[in-house]
């Protein structure tokens, strides 16, 4: 199993760009869920996914945030346009059954992101 | 607030040594989880004790629940230098949002 696969794992933009951060879960999972984790704020929910259906995204900071899950192998998580306030580490999990089984979640090693 | 607040924010100790993190939430909760992160790299699921449970333990870890105090401990016996992490516990309520979320963490430093 190659667990939760990031992409990139590092990202360098300039303010105003437009940022796409992308998760592929561990196959099987039924629950994915996009964090962020700085040094000021430390690791905070943004949005999570059931069944590829959002169901909490009151984590979300600001309209600039948009996450999508197309299907159940793939996430993703958008900024635009992006500020240098939103440079932190984002981080994808997936989890089977969270919510009847409360099982773990599994982290990816997470996106740097640096706005510039 | 739903997420645990762990303590010390830092720990510093000799290889050998037991490190004890302690871990405060203010919910009812169905159970409560630990994580640990190493340097630039994500989370990892490290035990989970039941609310039903008392204590639990997993290798060098221990576990310890009083749901009456709502307070949690981790244990690390015979601590080495690989397990310098930052370690996180994470209370998931028995009803509601269901989603995990952290406090700051504990820094653990093995000092080899």
Known sequence: DAGVIQSPRHEVTEMGQEVTLRCKPISGHDYLFWYRQTMMRGLELLIYFNNNVPIDDSGMPEDRFSAKMPNASFSTLKIQPSEPRDSAVYFCASSLAFGQRNSPLHFGNGTRLTVT | ?112
Not at chain 2, 24 to 48: D, E, F
Not at chain 2, 72 to 89: K, N, P
Request: positive net charge; hydrophobic residues 30%.
């Open chain 2, 1 to 112: 607030s739903q997420q645990g607040e762990e303590d010390p924010q830092a720990l510093s100790i000799q290889e050998g040594e037991n490190a004890t993190m302690n871990c405060s939430y203010k919910t009812s909760i169905n159970n409560l989880q630990w994580y640990r992160q190493n340097s630039g790299r994500g989370l990892v699921h490290l035990i989970l004790i039941r609310s039903n449970e008392r204590e639990k333990h997993s290798g060098r870890l221990r576990v310890t629940l009083d749901t009456s105090k709502k307070s949690s401990s981790l244990l690390i016996t015979a601590s080495r230098a690989a397990d310098t992490a930052s370690y996180f516990c994470a209370p998931v309520l028995d009803t509601g949002r269901r989603a995990l979320t952290f406090g700051s963490g504990t820094r653990l430093q093995v000092q080899p």
